[in-house]
């Protein structure tokens, strides 16, 4: 009889696979503000710039005039102690916070909102930016990183500039400890190792002597932690690529 396999130990997130929660800042979403606010300008200073392990975006803590607080990835150029001004009037410049409607074509944002008051969703990774590619009566079109263009309300607001921690991929990682580091700030496993590649006893799909699971690898979304590994609850075989282009 072997180990319990790594899927059955992490479990339901005991302390040795947990996350180091207790070091996180908190959440970065924009202040929610009434349409009042966002129809005037709010000026605000920017108090401090923080690092979140798991996060490869710098945070920065922004205070704003009536007294509130809150974080939020920061764009390049932004500094310490500079002042931003939030809301419709303010000016097109790096690190001012605006609804997409009022931001002019051309323009490079980040901290997109879905949503009027979601406080930010899209376009946060380092070193990413969306495009203002033209303003219709749909609503903002908006060109993503992804390359696709999509339609979003005026009101969401954005920050213009580009998401700094641009380049931070590119450093590779020289020790194996610096990538156990980075996965255990965000509660991922590393090292990973495919099941076919062990012992039958250490994993179901273990034990062919040609990287081969020997059985179906689909299993259903009640199967107990020992077993539930490979396409659970999968509602089709293939990959979605193969199936489109077979119809």
């Given at each position: ?14 302390s ?5 929660t207790?070091?996180r800042?908190?959440p970065?979403?924009?202040?929610i503000?009434t349409k ?7 000026k ?7 690092h ?16 509130r ?19 419709s ?8 916070i605006l ?7 051309g ?5 997109i ?8 969703r899209?376009?946060?990774?380092s ?12 609503g ?17 607001r954005a ?6 921690g641009?380049?931070r991929?590119?450093?590779p990682?020289?020790?194996?400890g ?11 496993t ?5 099941g ?9 799909h273990?034990g062919?002597?040609?990287?081969h ?8 979304r009640g ?12 509602r ?6 193969k199936?489109r282009?077979?119809?």
């Amino acid at each position: 009889m072997g180990k319990r396999i790594l899927v059955r130990r992490r479990g339901r997130g005991t302390s040795t696979f947990r996350a180091s929660t207790h070091k996180r800042i908190g959440p970065a979403r924009y202040a929610i503000m009434t349409k009042e606010d966002i129809a005037s300008v709010i000026k605000g200073i920017v108090r401090r710039i923080d690092h979140e392990p798991g996060r490869g975006t710098p945070l920065a803590l922004i205070e704003l005039s009536d007294g509130r607080t809150y974080n939020s990835p920061i764009p390049e150029g932004v500094h310490q102690g500079q002042e931003i001004s939030v809301g419709s009037e303010a000016p097109n410049d790096i690190g001012n916070i605006l609804p997409v409607g009022r931001i002019s074509e051309g323009t490079f944002i980040c901290n997109i909102e879905l949503s009027p008051n979601d406080g930010g969703r899209l376009v946060r990774a380092s070193g990413t930016y969306a495009t203002v590619v033209a303003h219709t009566p749909q609503g903002t079109m908006l060109k993503l990183p992804s390359g696709k263009t999509a339609a979003f309300n005026n009101s969401c607001r954005a920050t213009i500039g580009v998401i700094s921690g641009a380049g931070r991929v590119d450093k590779p990682f020289m020790k194996a400890g610096a990538r156990f580091h980075m996965a255990k700030a965000k509660g991922h496993t590393w090292i990973h190792v495919a099941g076919v590649a062990m012992l039958s006893a250490y994993h179901p799909h273990g034990g062919g002597r040609h990287k081969h699971p020997g059985k179906p690898t689909t299993v259903a979304r009640g199967a107990p932690p020992g077993r539930k590994v490979g396409n659970i609850a999968s509602r089709h075989a293939g990959s979605r690529k193969k199936i489109r282009e077979k119809r």
